[in-house]
């Protein structure tokens, strides 16, 4: 998949100019933690862009700052220096342009799958009939495979099943940016495939842009348009971009067959090993 990346500029009403390909832009980006030992510089001028309907799989050693830089780009952590916008405006906060899958799922377990995804779209959509609202989150709910399963309590799902319902959640809020940390980590292979395939066919057809961290190299490839590669810290930063030039829709089988596959993954083992 080729992204175009010319650069139209257009303006916010606030003066900021930015390029209209641009969804997510960081500048500068610093995160600083105080210790009793003085100021410990996890991030330092890391910058990075990444386009509309762009799918960017990162990857770096533990304790990079990988995390840090999701959470940063959620709202959900203060950043020390630089900035961070979607599409030319700043983040200063949680918000519903940004939806997160989280390596927990992070459900409420009382709930039922269907009230755990009604939680999001109530709040993101107000103003829209109640029927309509349950629509969106039963049409979610059945793309992940959970028609079965709408009245169940989340404390009664399976782990592979409550990271659907995570999946069917973030969607569901019809976010700009879709920002994933490590959701698949915490499975085994065989679930983990299956929702990498579940993720990757709502996103062929939904065309978020998504930002995900895994230190599964395979998987970062299989998903990606380019995997961003993050030095070790402290005061770490991108290392390295790789394109993956494999056309969408693609299948496991097609990246496995495909002659550049293992040029690509040897590029990132390299990295990670130097």
């Given at each position: ?9 257009l ?9 209209e ?8 980006l610093?995160?600083v933690?105080p210790t ?5 510089t ?18 770096g ?11 940063m780009i ?5 950043i ?6 979607v ?19 992070s459900l ?12 999001g779209?109530?709040?993101v ?5 109640k ?5 969106i ?13 709408f ?5 009664d799902?399976?782990q ?38 579940i ?5 062929n ?9 895994t ?5 970062a ?12 810290g ?7 971009i ?5 056309e ?13 596959y293992?040029?690509?993954?040897k ?8």
């Amino acid at each position: 998949m080729m992204i175009d990346t010319t650069h139209n500029e257009l303006v916010t009403e606030n003066g900021i100019a930015f390029s209209e390909n641009v969804m997510l832009d960081l500048k500068h980006l610093k995160k600083v933690y105080p210790t009793p030992k003085g100021d410990y510089t996890v991030l330092e001028d890391l910058n990075l862009q990444i386009m509309k309907e762009e799918f960017v799989t990162i990857i770096g050693h533990s304790g990079c700052g990988k995390t840090t830089m999701l959470s940063m780009i959620a709202g959900l952590n203060e950043i020390s220096g630089g900035n961070i916008s979607v599409l030319g405006h700043h983040i200063k906060g949680p918000g519903p342009d940004r939806g997160v899958i989280f390596q927990a799922p992070s459900l409420m377990p009382w709930m039922t799958a269907l009230q755990n995804v009604m939680l999001g779209v109530n709040q993101v959509f107000p103003h829209v009939a109640k029927s309509q609202r349950t629509d969106i989150a039963k049409y979610y709910l059945q793309k992940v495979g959970l028609e079965e399963a709408f009245h169940k309590k989340a404390s009664d799902l399976s782990q592979g099943m409550q990271q659907r319902v995570g999946i069917a959640r973030a969607f569901a809020i019809k976010p700009k940016v879709l920002l994933l940390d490590e959701p698949f980590g915490m499975l085994d292979s065989l679930t983990r495939g299956e929702l990498q395939d579940i993720l990757i066919e709502i996103w062929n057809k939904e065309k978020i842009t998504a930002v995900m961290i895994t230190h599964d190299v395979d998987e970062a490839i299989f998903l990606a348009d380019r995997v961003v590669m993050m030095t070790s810290g402290p005061k770490a930063k991108i290392g390295d971009i790789l394109d993956i030039d494999f056309e969408r829709p693609r299948t496991r089988k097609s990246v496995l067959e495909h002659d550049d596959y293992y040029t690509y993954r040897k590029h990132l083992i390299d990295f990670l090993e130097h």
